[in-house]
């Protein structure tokens, strides 16, 4: 039992930590061989999804990726990092089969350590337009676990721009 409890709190301890990590640039290619850098994210919110097709909850989550890809799609970018080593010729059917509308990274070297360690799929993590991890995920997340993000910082926008107009005071001296 008290080896349990120290994994659990290692554990614990390792996705809270994770949870203001910066994230360091890294290159990859995508399944149709376009060469990226996770640098050229910056000032969007980037939703990294490990994954595999043959996973179930993996599966049963694309529909909201894809919604939220579609959605948010110039303030977001969704990366779906094989995990499965699926073959690059089978993701492309698989792709177009579940008409995936975001970017599928097949793996590799650079990316499945490139967030932290991945102890199982599927595995999101959310990160911020500057570029930091806000938070982690193992397990199936939903759509609605995912807009919180987006959602509050379009209320926090919104709420700095109306902090900004000045308020008439009712006086000459204002």
Not at 74 to 84: Q, R, T
Not at 151 to 163: F, G, V
């Amino acid at each position: 039992m008290r080896l349990f409890k120290a994994i659990a709190a290692v554990v614990i301890f390792l996705f809270s930590s994770i949870a203001v990590a910066q994230v360091k640039n890294f290159s990859f290619q995508d399944i149709y061989g376009k060469n990226h850098q996770f640098s050229d994210y910056r000032g969007k919110w980037v939703v990294v999804n490990y994954w595999s097709t043959q996973c179930q909850p993996c599966l049963a989550e694309i529909p909201a990726l894809k919604n939220i890809a579609q959605r948010y799609r110039n303030k977001v970018v969704v990366l779906g990092m094989d995990a499965g080593e699926t073959p690059d010729a089978q993701m492309r059917r698989f792709i177009r089969e579940k008409g995936i509308n975001y970017t599928v990274v097949p793996t590799q070297d650079s990316t499945i350590f490139a967030l932290g360690l991945v102890f199982g799929v599927p595995t999101t993590y959310v990160i911020s337009p500057q570029g930091k991890i806000v938070n982690s995920k193992m397990g199936a997340i939903t759509e609605q676990e995912l807009q919180q993000y987006f959602d509050q910082d379009a209320q926090n926008a919104r709420n700095d721009k109306t902090s900004d107009k000045p308020t008439s005071c009712g006086t000459a001296v204002c």
